[in-house]
């Protein structure tokens, strides 16, 4: 540590990760395992009621390679089945899909756990390891040169850092020091979320109804002491009806979340408090900056459909470990081709889960036949076409395509070196193993 000119401590450090939610400590845990110096600087979320986290295949391997999954999977209940079910009230009628993790191979299609369960695990982990430093401060502004960065603290103290990992949220002030465009947009939906206790057993079924006003989606949590069967919900509507079922008592609002269900659980009580937030997107104009990458909800928002919010965050940060391996930080060059590689590498799948789910919310709520016919025809599809419906929940769970070394089959555990790349010879015996490895997992698949 250093002494500025006037006098306040300055922290050197070679990866700042700005943002103390999951995202972030997530990915201190991920480049501290890699071998770097890792700083984390943040205040930590406050409470989030009824929120919790669907993770998918490909993150429950991170959270494995991270070392925290054991404990996780204590607390989260599988998700063996996803059942999706149109109540648009629609002029044709529209067969239920109902998609099942044994179809692809797998004893579930991943891990549903509280939001806040799922940090203070992540947290514990941190403190416990203490691979990294913890700063639980703000910052309070950036400075970006092209030898280095450096974040100022509210409290007037320094970070000086090779590179910066901006995961602070959708109000980013990382992103915004760095001069990154924005484009936000709202939709006439709110979403209530609460977590519910009831009379008949989940099964591990996720269930999505989908009405006029959004999605009213149930989700399997783990039994605990005085509540065997419990589940999570998220439910869109209009501003207007929230206002209204949030004003409600508890026993009229459940009477109706039970209607809503079509009585599914049997009779239902919401045991939380009950979160209330405004819907609505972000996409940003790049993903990189001089010295800087963002990840998480810092480069993409959108509402809570398929899941897909924290399991794009995580693999942010899998892709850009994968792009910093064997970089020399404090190389201007050598640092931009990997940020150029991780732009590229995330582009493709942040626009399209940010699309697709865009359109599919409005697709919803906008009561126009046409779009409610190419709805239809995709649930039909989906129902009838094997092949097509298991593509489709392989590339939800766990997509395939360029997949980074975290989120891979028995991701390794132990830090790669951070060494020079192999050239030569040696460089040409890695590609063709990476070559074989991919002909053999894509036969393996065809087969």
């Not at 648009?88 to 239920?96: A, E, G, I, K, R």
């Not at 970089?327 to 493709?348: F, I, Q, W």
Request: proline share 6%; glycine share 8%.
């Amino acid at each position: 540590m250093a002494e500025t000119l006037a006098g306040s401590p300055t922290i050197d450090t070679q990866i700042l990760v700005a943002g103390a939610g999951s995202t972030g400590i997530a990915a201190a845990l991920a480049f501290a395992n890699a071998g770097w110096r890792v700083t984390l600087a943040g205040r930590f979320p406050p409470p989030l009621p009824g929120r919790t986290i669907a993770l998918f295949e490909a993150s429950v391997r991170f959270l494995d390679s991270i070392g925290v999954l054991e404990k996780v999977r204590a607390a989260a209940c599988p998700i063996e089945t996803i059942q999706m079910i149109d109540d648009t009230d629609q002029l044709l009628p529209v067969p239920d899909l109902v998609m099942r993790s044994e179809e692809i191979d797998l004893p579930a299609f991943g891990l549903n756990v509280s939001n806040d369960e799922l940090t203070a695990i992540l947290l514990e982990h941190a403190r416990a390891a203490q691979s990294f430093e913890i700063i639980e401060t703000d910052i309070a502004d950036y400075e970006f040169e092209e030898d280095g960065a450096t974040a100022i603290l509210a409290d007037g103290r320094r970070i000086a850092a090779d590179f910066i990992v901006a995961a602070d949220g959708r109000g980013s002030k990382a992103r915004a020091a760095a001069g990154i465009d924005t484009k936000e947009w709202t939709y006439p939906q709110v979403a209530l979320t609460a977590l519910l206790r009831h009379e008949l057993p989940h099964d591990n079924v996720s269930t999505e109804f989908h009405t006029r006003s959004g999605p009213f989606t149930l989700v399997p949590l783990p039994p605990r002491e005085g509540a065997e069967h419990r589940s999570s919900l998220v439910w869109l509507m209009s501003p207007r009806d929230a206002k209204r079922r949030v004003a409600k008592p508890r026993d009229e609002l459940q009477y109706e979340m039970e209607d809503y269900s079509r009585e599914k659980l049997g009779s239902i009580t919401i045991e939380s408090g009950i979160g209330e937030f405004r819907m609505g997107g972000l996409q940003v104009s790049r993903l990189t900056a001089q010295r800087l990458a963002l990840v998480g909800e810092t480069c993409h928002v959108f509402p809570p459909i398929g899941a897909q919010g924290l399991n794009l965050s995580l693999r942010d940060v899998a892709d850009l470990e994968d792009c910093l391996a064997s970089v020399d930080l404090r190389n201007p060059k050598e640092l931009a081709r990997a940020l150029m590689r991780y732009e590229v590498h995330r582009r493709a799948d942040i626009g399209f889960r940010t699309h697709g789910v865009d359109l599919l919310n409005r697709s919803l709520i906008i009561p126009y036949l046409p779009i409610d016919l190419i709805r239809g025809a995709g649930f039909i599809a989906m129902t009838a076409l094997g092949p097509l419906r298991r593509a489709v929940m392989r590339e939800g769970v766990a997509p395939h395509l360029a997949q980074p070394r975290l989120m891979r089959e028995e991701a390794p555990k132990e830090p790669r070196m951070r060494g020079k790349r192999p050239r030569g010879p040696e460089a040409l015996v890695d590609a063709a193993r990476g070559a074989f490895a991919h002909l053999r997992e894509t036969a393996s698949r065809l087969g």
